[in-house]
Nanobody, 119 residues
Framework: QVQLVESGGGLVQAGGSLRLSCVASGSILSINDMGWYRQAPGKQRELVADISNGGRTIYADSAKGRFTISRANANNTVYLQMNSLKPEDTALYYC?????????????WGQGTQVTVSS
């Protein structure tokens, strides 16, 4: 069974920083891209950032210049460094990964970690 476990969310004041972490575990054969999505109340889930196994990145316009996505630990871990946080960044952040495992291949999702930015 494949699991994605996020951590690092919390409450922070506007202008502050947080670093989200996501670790993939289980009977994994390979991991392709990993990324972060977020969903705020009343809004659709949206892509925040994504990184390929080779290090190519893509960011939502709202994240460019403030957020940095990276991978480590044999590419089974993805981080999202969030700086200059704004109240509109408040959302439930989900880790996502394209994982091939025994008996399964496709997108996997974490349980989400809450980020709340106060003004």
């Amino acid at each position: 069974q494949v699991q994605l476990v996020e951590s690092g969310g919390g409450l922070v004041q506007a202008g502050g920083s947080l670093r989200l972490s996501c670790v993939a575990s289980g009977s994994i054969l390979s991991i392709n891209d990993m990324g972060w999505y977020r969903q705020a109340p009343g809004k659709q889930r949206e892509l925040v950032a994504d990184i390929s196994n080779g290090g190519r990145t893509i960011y939502a316009d709202s994240a460019k210049g403030r957020f940095t996505i990276s991978r480590a630990n044999a590419n089974n871990t993805v981080y999202l460094q969030m700086n200059s946080l704004k109240p509109e960044d408040t959302a439930l952040y989900y880790c996502n990964a394209d994982i091939t495992s025994f008996g399964r291949s496709g997108r996997s999702w974490g349980q989400g970690t809450q980020v709340t930015v106060s003004s």
